[in-house]
């Protein structure tokens, strides 16, 4: 089979480490693990002891207060669903942001078709959030403010401190994305004052698909259970715990998978969360470096050193469309990424790239310099090609 170049992180990442494999394969080949929380037997227990681990590690990587504070979902859009469903109500205001993908915009759509107001912050022409909005759309009903932590389109990050200190003054809900910053950018839930963190496993913490989480700070939420059913405990309670984690895991938790995440956390945790992250602004410095002076090309999103950014590098090139721009990549090169609007429409609108979509190259800590080099060059040619 022809080597694949995949630049395709940011949708999932396709490496990764051995150990992840082997741990998901032990979850299931070894016969131990049973069902969380539903017995006292030693495969319910080993299972207990598996996810209780894993909070814990979680709660180190994203500084959550306590980690009872930390659930495991089945991926970040339904992390979302149940946070902003279980938090909000049809009288609330809500300022969001622009750089929004579809699993915070649609369910948020959902809350306005009931009723609740919606604000979104802007973006200047390299993609950062126009910082100055909040405090102009702040109103009295304003309760909660949700921002993605790095844009999926153009991996701009944003300052979550600067952020979370604007709610902490204005007494709203801090609810962050960080579906392409987790295992990539710092988070620390405390010190940006974040009260609601949700995650997903399967990209830059390179755990298996099926996987993610919520993280709760150290403020008291009440949150109505958006699905209800087994708990394991309270059983003749009409009424599903409201009680974290419970709260967000509902029925049987895939522990095969979340194997695979603890696996993925000791990996970074390994590497070192810094090593990592300067890892991948080097990859992406390096692509960005070498295709921004092709002719025709054109770049989207900011590339100032020193800000912080996930490693994605979007673009157009001339007189192509991103749809055959990324088949001919493939085709031609065996080089793997991501055409269209990315789920996130209004960045796409703000650039007016919403009928010619993007190519979106996304890295991850597998991608290669030698890989980044063979990516600039395929695009060179394919642009005097024309
Ligand atoms: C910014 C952002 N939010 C949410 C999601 C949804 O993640 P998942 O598909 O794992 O639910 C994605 C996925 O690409 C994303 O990029």
Known sequence: MTELYYFDN??????????????????????????????????????????????????????????????????????????????????????????????????????????????????????????????????PDTRAVVVNHASNVTGNAVDLERIGSFCREHGLIFIVDASQSAGVLAIDMMKQHIDVLCFTG??????????????????????????????????FDKHYPAQMPTLFEPGTQNVHGLAGVSAGLDYIQQKGLDTICRQLQALTFRFHDQIKDIPGITLYGSFAENVERAPVVSLNLAGWSSGDLSDALFMDYAIAVRPGAHCAPLIHQAFGTEKTGMVRFSFSSFNTVEEIDYAAKALRILAEEG
Do not use: W
């Open 10 to 139: 940011s949708a999932t990442t396709l490496k990764k480490p051995a150990t992840v494999a082997e741990a998901v394969y032990h979850a299931i080949a070894d016969g131990q693990l049973g069902n969380p929380a539903r017995g006292s037997h030693t495969a319910s227990l080993n299972a207990l002891r598996l996810t209780e681990t894993l909070r814990q590690k979680t709660a180190k990587l994203f500084g959550v207060p306590d980690a009872a504070n930390v659930a495991f979902t089945a991926n970040a859009t339904a992390s979302l669903n149940m946070v902003l469903k279980g938090l909000l109500k049809p009288a609330d205001h809500i300022i969001t942001t622009v750089t929004e993908h579809n699993a915070v915009l649609r369910p948020l759509y959902q809350l306005e078709d009931q009723g609740a107001a919606l604000s979104f912050v802007g973006v200047d022409a390299f993609g950062t959030l126009r910082y100055p909005d909040f405090e102009q759309l702040l109103r």
């Open 202 to 235: 399967h990209k830059g913490l390179y755990g298996p698909q099926g996987t993610g989480g919520i993280c709760l700070g150290d403020r008291p939420l009440a949150f109505v259970p958006v699905f209800t059913g087994g708990s394991g405990f309270h059983s």
